[in-house]
């Protein structure tokens, strides 16, 4: 067994848990973070990419709202490079028409401090051409769109830099209390490493959960009760960025509501429904009809357009007494003592929040850090850069531009996403890797129209050659050819790296996430990427087909749609 | 007029329009794209795998095709029977001959080839040209698999060690791009023209030549050269003096592309035009008009339009009389006495499908054997050796290969389909797309020539 020893233990390696370790390193503590799976595997690489101005709560939950626009104005500068400046329309679309709230949501922006300005129905239709025509009312906000696996990941960087130490695929299986009745303490955690079997024991002076919707899960392995409400909220991509703003309907937020245009693509969510367990992310046929039929109130003719991929997340929502519906709950985020509240000292859950808080929650978690080991450093995240911002930032021609610049085009591996082999290279290099869908997460690889049909093949070409391109064959007694192989160091795990084992999981990872918008073009474009494994390369049929990932088993749950169902509460 | 208009230029197309033109007939080829030959592996594979099972490749597919029969009796295979099959199979490769681009099986006749795929797994396929067969892993030649540094879309690695793995002597070594090509931006279709230069071509067989060791075949990725690939091949071999050959790519194919062109060239020659870039957007039968697409004006122009023969429309209700096709200036209607839909299924684009479940032939909206519901198209695993229920349903038609109705009766009495649209099969899953293509194409042209519909039979009284 390894053991570790640190000052804080974060666990969680979502946009919470990587703002904790940063927060903490840069305030000079010992770093010791562990997730799970990979980074943003929970709700942060599930969410919906809105950077929120606070548009969507000034009504209801103010403090949260206000919260956001803080936020929204800090993230441009230490994360410039993973927000898009999109700006954002609330639309007062027909159904609406009749509302006070329009006038509500301005005030209540105005009182809260959200730059809001009513522009023409003209205007925005220039500027939105598919927008409904039929609007009454438009107000510009300092929305945004925002890359939460970019951001993680640059996150997760500046952290390591500053000594925190990140290990991802090590999964806390229990939690290490001393003490008796009354005066236990958290010392630690029992933790596994995934990848390689071995377990391993850290030990700190200070644990901060940061698992989202699974900290109720990690509080009850020190015996306290933290009662999490899951709310499971499905968004699809379209193939097409249909907005280049995103687009909210002015009223009070409900399901389908917002239209997110990000990377290639523009994003229609969300459902809310209360799940009991947080891994439970089944999209229903209804919840995909419901994103669509809603969708047309902003875009006419959306529905027609090729969706590429759905997904769902669980929004992490904490209230000390039961909530009767999940949008109710505020959005808000929590720190618990439980020192304070379960007499268990040495351990702090923070939950709850947005993607656009993480980092002010993690600034109140360090303070409260501080006060428990008794010191006194101040926060410096808010003023400190991550790596990369430097590109300011993110435009949607951004890796055109750098294809065509640098004479890139005989690199590319995707050419959906203009993935290139050095961007693969450099990801598989720098992050530990069990399976493509780890880089997926790292540069996009396979999230474009063909969902993975050409790059799949591609990449596992090259990380075979980068984890094997060395003297592997000695069939005839000979070693390989001088000029051949491109053998890069790497951070690929045998016996995971097996190519054939790679192709199998990630074929099956994009299938996953697709049988649920699967039909016309999309069905049609799926047939080809089964032309091309079967047909062409017969995959069914190599070598290895007894090898298993520890992602195997998550990337097989059926997806298929289900029989119609109605929504249970809507 | 036109004997047989026929709607796709894939494999089943072109060789249906082939078929009948080689019988006497006027035809024409109408198709909204080139079909999925572009992308396949420009091999002739008639049965890999048994559905339903992922185990062993089959052996002797024209035998083993009873079993398959036996137990799926709608196949489209159970159509036509074993001889039917070799005979339409011993046709296409002596059209292939015709082209100079010749096809050929296994030394053992009616086995199948292994070849060795992209990946490295063994292929099953029945007919292959003359540029894969010495992959055949049925010899026990050592393998020198030679890749290019920069071309993205060939790994020989990846495919010697899978080879060894499964037992067979390969080894993989790279060569420098700039040998075939100074482009930056390149596809394997541009590779492959390149080498039909001599100098370039000469280049890479001296590099080759340093590479391989005596014994041993070189396996390259499928780029060696387009139009005159035959003669790329003879000079690469003998400036190297080992066996040369190609192992397909990820698309665009350029074996694929050389048989669609090949075949095209040979339409030609017999007097049938293929035009691409024409989607049949309606059609016009004795008893109703149809359009999709296009404003409410349009259909009714295509309603209203002169029917040519009033007095056959009284006779034949049932029949077609002209599809429309619409290309970027108007649309264009296309009068035959037949029609043969070729369009595939859901890879061809012969079917659409929506949200709601709900799957149609995009021309004629016929009746198809696909789940209506969305719940009954997909199995969870991507790779389940059953396949997935959507692509297999299809066309339901009967013996003379005509779409049929739930009662039995044919939709149109003038209507004829093959191939990809065809229902009760999965070509992919089965690794069966090109030979259903070819078969059931040779035998719906042959029932239309045979029908006494053409030439003429329309006038002469010799409907049934
Ligand atoms: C549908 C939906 C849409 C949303 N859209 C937006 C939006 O547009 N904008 C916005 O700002 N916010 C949005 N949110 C909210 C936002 O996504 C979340 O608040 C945020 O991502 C939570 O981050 P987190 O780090 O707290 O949790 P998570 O990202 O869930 O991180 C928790 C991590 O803990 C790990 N973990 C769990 N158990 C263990 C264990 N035993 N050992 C180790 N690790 C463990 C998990 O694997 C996970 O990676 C949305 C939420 C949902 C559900
Ligand atoms: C900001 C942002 C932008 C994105 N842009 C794109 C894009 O341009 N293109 C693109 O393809 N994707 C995009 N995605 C989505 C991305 O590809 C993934 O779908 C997403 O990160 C979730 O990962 P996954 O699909 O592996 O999740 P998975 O959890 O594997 O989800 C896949 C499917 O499995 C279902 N599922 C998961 N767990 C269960 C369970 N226990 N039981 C039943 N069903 C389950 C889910 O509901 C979903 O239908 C984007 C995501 C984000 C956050």
Not at chain 2, 118 to 146: E, K, N, W, Y
Not at chain 2, 281 to 310: K, L, M
Request: charged share 25%.
């Amino acid at each position: 067994m390894k053991r570790l020893k640190t000052e804080i233990l974060v666990i969680g390696g979502g946009a919470t848990g990587t703002g904790i370790a940063w927060d903490a390193a840069l305030r000079g503590f010992r770093v010791v973070l562990v997730e799970k799976r990979d980074l943003t595997h929970g709700t942060t690489g599930r969410y919906h990419g809105l950077l929120h101005s606070g548009g969507r709560y000034p009504v209801k939950d103010p403090d949260s709202a206000r919260e956001c626009i803080i936020e929204n104005r800090i993230l441009r500068r230490t994360h410039a490079h993973c927000i898009e400046d999109t700006s954002g329309f609330f639309v007062v679309t027909p159904e609406d028409a009749d509302s006070d709230y329009p006038d509500r949501f301005k005030a209540a922006c105005d009182e809260v401090g959200i730059p809001c300005r009513e522009i023409s129905v003209a205007e925005a239709l220039r500027r939105e051409p598919l927008l409904n025509p039929r609007i009454n009312r438009v107000f510009e906000v300092p929305d945004g769109a925002a890359d939460s696996f970019l951001a993680t990941h640059a996150t997760a960087q500046a952290a390591r830099a500053a000594g925190a130490q990140v290990l991802t695929y090590h999964e806390v299986v229990d939690l290490i209390v001393q003490g008796g009745e009354g005066d236990q303490q958290v010392v630690g955690a029992k933790v596994l490493d995934v990848a390689s079997g071995e377990d391993v024991e850290v030990h700190a002076d200070l644990t901060i959960t940061a698992a989202g919707a699974w900290a109720g899960q990690i509080a009850a392995m020190a015996g306290c009760e933290v009662k999490m409400t899951p709310g499971k909220g499905a968004m699809i991509a379209m193939n097409h960025r249909v907005c280049n703003t995103v687009l909210n309907r002015c009223k009070m937020p409900g399901d389908g509501d917002i239209i997110v245009p990000i990377h290639t693509v523009a994003v229609i969510g969300t459902t809310d429904e209360h799940v009991d367990d947080p891994e439970n992310l089944r999209i229903e046929p209804w919840e995909v009809q419901l994103m669509l039929d809603e969708g047309e109130k902003m875009i006419p003719g959306i529905s027609q357009a090729r969706v590429v991929r759905a997904w769902a997340g669980v929004r992490p929502l904490y209230q000390e007494t039961e909530a009767a519906d999940t949008r109710d709950v505020t959005r808000s985020f929590t720190l618990l003592d439980h020192q304070e509240r379960d007499g268990v000292a040495g351990f702090l859950t923070m939950t709850g929040g947005k993607w656009t808080t993480f980092r002010m929650m993690a600034a109140k978690a360090v303070d409260v850090a501080c006060e428990k080991l008794g010191v006194q450093r101040s926060c410096k995240t808010a003023s400190t850069p991550v790596p990369g911002v430097d590109q300011g930032h993110y435009w949607l021609g951004h890796r055109l531009h750098e294809v065509e610049e640098k004479r890139l085009q005989g690199e590319l591996v995707c050419e959906c996403e203009l993935v290139t082999r050095a961007m693969l290279e450099n990801a598989a290099r720098q992050n530990p890797t069990l399976t493509l869908d780890d880089l997926r997460r790292d540069v996009r690889l396979g999230m474009g129209p063909c969902q993975g049909g050409f790059c799949t093949y591609r990449a596992v070409g090259i990380l075979h050659e980068m984890a094997e391109g060395g003297d592997w064959r000695l069939e005839n007694g000979e070693r390989r050819m001088e000029n051949g192989g491109w053998r890069v160091e790497s951070n690929l795990h045998p016996p995971f790296s097996n190519p054939n084992l790679l192709l199998r999981d990630f074929l099956q990872e994009r299938w996953k996430g697709l049988t649920p918008i699967l039909w016309g073009r999309q069905l049609k474009q799926e047939r080809l990427d089964e032309l091309i494994y079967l047909s062409l390369m017969n995959v069914d049929h190599l070598p290895g087909a007894e090898l298993s990932s520890p992602l195997s088993d998550f990337y097989l749950f059926d997806t298929t749609p289900g029989e119609e169902t109605e929504a249970s509460d809507a | 007029m036109l004997d047989l208009l026929v709607i796709g230029a894939g494999l089943a197309g072109l060789t249906a329009a082939y078929t009948a033109a080689k019988a006497g007939l006027r035809v024409c080829v109408i198709a909204k794209g080139m079909g999925t030959t572009h992308w396949s592996a420009g091999t002739v594979d008639v049965l890999g795998y048994y559905p339903n099972s992922s185990a062993e490749p089959v052996q002797r597919p024209l035998e083993n095709v009873q079993t398959l029969i036996e137990a799926q009796p709608e196949h489209p295979y159970a159509l036509l029977g074993t001889a039917q099959l070799s005979d339409a199979l011993k046709a296409f490769a002596v059209l292939t001959g015709e082209i100079s681009l010749p096809y050929a099986g296994a030394a053992n006749g009616g086995e199948n080839l292994l070849l060795p795929s992209p990946a490295g797994a063994p292929r099953p396929t029945f007919l292959a040209p003359l540029t894969q067969r010495a992959g055949d892993l049925s010899h026990p030649d050592p393998f020198l698999i030679v890749g290019f540094r920069g071309l993205g879309d060939f790994f020989p690695e990846l495919i010697a060690a899978n080879l060894c793995e499964l037992g067979y002597d390969a080894r993989a070594a790279f060569l420098p791009i700039d040998l075939i090509t100074d482009r930056q931006d390149f596809n394997t279709v541009q590779l492959a023209t390149e080498l039909e230069n001599r100098g370039r071509r000469s280049r890479l067989a001296a590099e080759l030549k340093r590479l391989v060791q005596p014994g041993e075949r070189i396996g390259l990725p499928a780029i060696l050269g387009l139009d005159d690939h035959l003669a790329v091949l003879a000079d690469l071999q003998a400036q190297v003096s080992a066996s040369v050959f190609e192992i397909p790519t990820l698309p665009p194919s350029v074996p694929g592309i050389r048989l669609h062109k090949a075949l095209c060239r040979r339409l030609e020659e017999l007097g049938v035009r293929v035009e691409a870039g024409m989607e049949v957007v309606g059609f016009r039968s004795g008893g109703q008009a149809r359009a999709r697409f296009g404003s409410p004006q349009q259909v009714e122009g295509f309603v209203q339009s002169p029917i040519p023969n009033p007095k056959s429309e009284i006779r034949n209700p049932k029949s077609l009389l002209w599809v429309a096709s619409e290309t970027t200036a108007r649309p264009l209607k296309h009068h035959a006495a037949n029609f043969l839909l070729a369009t595939g299924g859901i890879l061809g684009g012969g079917f659409d499908s929506d949200y709601t479940g709900r799957v149609w032939e995009t021309i004629f909206d016929l009746p198809l054997t696909t789940p209506q519901k969305r719940s009954e198209w997909f199995r969870p695993k991507f790779l389940d050796p059953a396949g997935h229920p959507v692509y297999r349903g299809g066309v339901r038609v009967n013996k003379q290969f005509q779409p049929v109705k739930a009662d039995g009766a044919p939709v149109y009495e003038n209507l004829w389909a093959a191939g990809g649209c065809l229902a009760q099969a999965d070509p992919i899953h089965e690794r069966s797309l090109e030979g259903i293509a070819i078969t059931t194409s040779v035998a719906a042209a042959q029932q239309i020539v045979g029908s006494g519909w053409a030439r003429g039979g329309r006038g002469s009284g010799s409907l049934r």
